[in-house]
């Protein structure tokens, strides 16, 4: 397992990166300016989930396939692109739906889970950064290559779910306040459509280099 410096070095490199705005932080703020706080967390929960997958497919070699195969880099990249163009379209096509009973939120909100962690799942650049990054202090020299990966990448993804939460926080709470404005209430909707299309079109000009 790794030593004591390493993954004090580590959970530093980490925290300065999760509080970097990227993407994924620009998503779940997004979903919490639109739906609430609740949803915030519901999606980073979905995108921690996905992290632990991209994680799994690191230490076992999979995510290795997207650096050499373009082929399956570009499918990902553009099935993950189409996903949230799609649902930035859809937002800017809804109608209000003021009324919501108790088994329709539940599915909302299972819904929302699944759709940040396809989000995450359908993003390349994350399988690549993990990739890139846990490596780094992973020490052969210090036991199993595999589970020393695992633990890495679960400290990351425990890091990354509490910032992108705090994110979501700070920005449903923002946006429950200024809701209380008619303005911000008719343009909200196109705002949140907009952010997503444009990190759909992000998406699908990533290429394989560095994150």
Same mark, same amino acid.
């Given at each position: ?5 390493? #993954?004090? %070095?580590? #959970? ?5 990166? +999760? ?6 932080? !620009? ?14 967390a519901?999606?980073?929960?979905? %995108? ?31 099935? @993950?692109?189409?996903? !949230? ?23 909302? #909100? ?7 962690m ?9 399988? +690549? ?21 695992l ?8 890091? @990354? ?15 429950a ?22 990190? @759909? ?11």
């Amino acid at each position: 397992m790794p030593t004591w410096t390493t #993954l004090s %070095i580590f #959970l530093l490199a980490a925290l300065g990166l +999760l509080f970097l705005p990227g993407p994924a932080v !620009l998503f779940v703020m997004t979903k919490s300016v639109d739906q609430g706080r609740r949803v915030g967390a519901v999606s980073s929960l979905g %995108i921690g989930i996905a992290d632990l997958i991209h994680t799994t497919a690191a230490a076992f070699g999979l995510s290795a396939l997207l650096v050499t195969s373009a082929l399956a880099f570009n499918v990902v990249k553009y099935l @993950g692109a189409a996903y !949230l163009i799609y649902l930035g379209i859809r937002t800017l096509l809804k109608r209000d739906t003021p009324h919501q009973t108790v088994s329709e939120a539940s599915q909302s #909100l299972t819904r929302l889970f699944t759709q940040g962690m396809f989000v995450e799942l359908l993003n390349p650049k994350t399988a +690549l950064f993990f990739l890139a990054f846990l490596p780094q202090f992973v020490d052969p020299a210090q036991g199993n290559v595999t589970l020393q990966f695992l633990l890495l990448g679960s400290l990351y993804t425990i890091l @990354g779910i509490c910032s992108l939460t705090f994110y979501g926080l700070i920005a449903g709470t923002t946006a429950a306040l200024l809701k209380r404005s008619t303005t911000f209430q008719r343009v909200q909707r196109y705002i949140t459509g907009c952010i997503y299309i444009a990190l @759909g079109l992000t998406a699908a000009f990533a290429s394989t280099e560095k994150k």
